[in-house]
């Protein structure tokens, strides 16, 4: 790649002898970006002990000597990179490490009773549709020692600082649909944030609510279908689109994007058409931020 020169190219499949790799959204000789589907994690998560990962895909691939630069959720799909160097590798994690390196993330929400909001964001949801057309959410998290695993809200010695950025990119009565950049490379960072709003991440079994459903009998007046509705989206609707990141030879700044999966599409789809009234509904009630409670292409430049 010329150091001011950019290039788009479209995904392809890799096939091993196992599972196939995840489509390429751009490769080179220091390294290889992936469009990660949902429920494949990046490396070992706990209770997932014995499942594929993409890291052990990728080195049976192209050898040992790779790794992956970040992660992304198990549930989450998109742009991963992983380098093929021990110095691209240094470059490109210190991005990260530095906060600068520019991810974006798309999300459906569902826009849940303002009292849902934990205190020190609650002002937000004062706004005249539930949320500000944007905002951001500077909440401080860690690790939740009762839920092993999982990530809370807290202050205190143990805390990180984590700084959330969102735009709302469409309305759908109290279903929204946000474009979220994590300032702050916390895990979990964007779905423990948007619960903390009272307006967690659709289908997000551990800051939402796992009984909430996006079903089109709920949109579509006159609505007559069949009686075992199945959820329009069953996935967690979070996916990271876009990364921007300097290149680790040239230095010049690139973007890889990742389209947005066909079950999106599909939401995203009838929402827009009998979606605009709809209500988020619940068999058993909004929760709050813990359970037991309530390939596209690369293109240079930044964003």
């Known amino acids: 790649m010329d150091r001011d020169e950019g290039v788009t190219l479209r995904g392809f499949a890799v096939v091993t002898k196992g599972m196939p790799l995840p489509p390429i959204i751009f490769e080179d000789d220091t390294l290889v970006a992936f469009d990660k589907p949902a429920g494949l994690p990046v490396a070992p998560e706990r209770g997932r002990k014995g499942a594929e990962t993409l890291v052990a895909l990728v080195q049976a691939k192209y050898g040992a000597g790779v790794a992956n630069v970040h992660r992304l ?82 202050k205190g010695r143990e805390s990180r600082e984590a700084l959330t950025e969102f735009r709302v990119l469409e309305r759908f009565g109290s279903w929204l649909w946000l474009e979220c950049r994590p300032r702050s490379g916390r895990a979990h960072q964007v779905r423990v944030h948007l ?74 789809k009838y929402l827009r058409k009998f979606g605009r009234g709809g209500r988020a509904r619940s068999v058993t009630g909004p929760v709050g931020l813990r359970r037991h409670q309530p390939a596209s292409g690369v293109k240079p430049g930044g964003s």
């Open 73 to 154: 959720d198990a549930d989450t799909s998109g742009v991963l990179v992983c380098a093929k160097t021990k110095p691209a590798l240094d470059f490109l994690s210190g991005q990260f490490q530095s906060k600068t390196a520019d991810q974006t993330y798309l999300a459906l929400v569902a826009l849940l009773p303002p009292e849902r909001a934990v205190k020190d964001v609650a002002a937000l949801r004062s706004a005249p549709e539930g949320l500000p057309d944007t905002f951001s959410v500077d909440l401080a998290l860690r690790d939740d020692e009762r839920e092993p695993g999982r990530i809370r809200v807290g």
């Open 195 to 268: 619960a903390a709003l009272g307006a967690p991440v659709l289908n997000d079994a551990f800051y939402g609510d796992p009984e909430l459903k996006l079903l089109l009998s709920d949109l579509k007046r006159g609505y007559k279908g069949r009686d075992e509705e199945k959820p329009l989206l069953t996935r967690l609707a979070l996916h990271a689109s876009e990364l921007t990141l300097k290149h680790p030879v040239t230095r010049a700044p690139i973007t890889l994007q990742a389209p947005l999966p066909h079950e999106f599409e599909i939401a995203l």
